[in-house]
């Protein structure tokens, strides 16, 4: 006859000691590895690691970390959960054709990626975004390389930050953003919330080269505000501009300080519609088609300690910014 762990005491014991086990075996890590040798039915230890990113963060605790161990390709990832992604002393990379690199859906969660090269190859079969925010609370990319997403609008983007609620803290550092974009499509980095969400976008040390163009924020999709501050950072060689601020529903308030909008087909810095306004401090803005334009009650505001020339049209700010 089958005994079940009713019958006995002994019977009792064994059971609750497999259950244990059995929870134990189950339990998130605060900390996972990946190797490229890995295997995603691993436990992602330091010695048994796991494959991929997203075999890692099934077993990672939220606001837990993933390692590398070693150079590797681990994969595209959706996160959903509070997490770093750290590989900042061995490369840590994703080949991300035909989808999105990393993507990041998860409401009021806080993602660090650190390290990563995250790349959109081949051209057959374009990778959509890099990193993709869509739900979040905040973000921070740092010393990580993007490249080469070229997937057809909406897509086309290194960085997209696309939410539909709440106010998102974004934070790129010291990062490379190249080669994104299809036909007139795309971006290095697209901002572009929907609904009423808002968004606060820092952006320092991060070179912007070859986008269809460099930073883009356009609220055309949101009541909400969108505020960019770019620092120490360079935005050329965009068959179309440099960087581009879109006004046309909530307010776009961006900051340029110590930046170089440089070789841009198209327009250095561009301001367009009654709720754009960019301001414009210590930067260099030259050897693009235009320098400054502005459009359609646009607002580009200097204090006037730019170095705005070498341009086949300079252009001019509309006013003096406030100091």
Known sequence: MKRTCATSTSSIVVCVLLLLASGSAFAQATRTWVSGVGDDANPCSRTAPCKTWAGAISKTAASGMINCLDPGGFGAVTITKSITIACKIVEGSALAGGTNGVLINGAGIDVVLRGLDIDGSPATSPGLNGIRFIQGASLLVEDSTIRDFKGGAPY????QINHASGIAKIHIVDSSISGNGS????????ISPTGSAGANVTITGTVLTGNTVGIRADSAGTTGQIHVTAAGSTMSGAPYHGVVALGSGGQVRMMLNDVVVANNAGEGVRSVGTNAAIRIGSSVVTANGTGLVVASGGQILSYG?????????????????LR
């Open 156 to 159: 086309g983007n290194g960085i």
């Open 183 to 190: 036909g007139t499509a795309g971006a290095g980095i697209q």
């Open 305 to 321: 300690n730019n170095q705005i020339n070498g341009n086949t049209v300079d252009g001019a700010a509309t006013a003096a910014a």
